[in-house]
């Protein structure tokens, strides 16, 4: 059984950081790469950053330059450091795992995490 633990959401400013982690199992990054995919209200869901198969990392455009993912082999643990947030990035953060059988983009077999919220306001 997949399972992906989500934390570090919370409400910031503009301009502020936040670190989001996703826990999961030794077994699990054998089978699946991880990543990171958000959903704003009334917004369908949208790959924020993501590792491939081949262990290179892949970012929304909008992202840029500003978050980064990394992954913590010894804990399991891939996370994700958000620098200069925007109100824009507000939304619902979900972890995902993707079957490395799979090929990217096909989301059906993937599995998610419960999600944490971000909220970027002044």
């Known amino acids: 059984q997949v399972q992906l633990v989500e934390s570090g959401g919370g409400l910031v400013q503009p301009g502020g950081s936040l670190i989001l982690s996703c826990a999961t199992h030794r077994e699990t990054l054998g089978l699946y790469t991880l990543g990171w995919y958000r959903q704003a209200p009334e917004s369908g869901r949208e790959m924020v950053a993501l590792f491939t198969n081949e262990g290179k990392t892949n970012y929304a455009d909008s992202v840029k330059g500003r978050f980064t993912i990394s992954i913590d082999n010894p804990s399991n643990t891939v996370y994700l450091q958000m620098n200069n947030l925007q109100p824009a990035d507000t939304a619902v953060y979900y972890c995902?795992?993707?079957?490395?059988?799979?090929?990217?983009?096909?989301?059906?077999?993937?599995?998610w995490g419960q999600g944490t919220q971000v909220t970027v306001s002044s």
């Open positions: 995902n795992a993707h079957p490395r059988t799979v090929e990217p983009g096909r989301l059906d077999y993937d599995r």
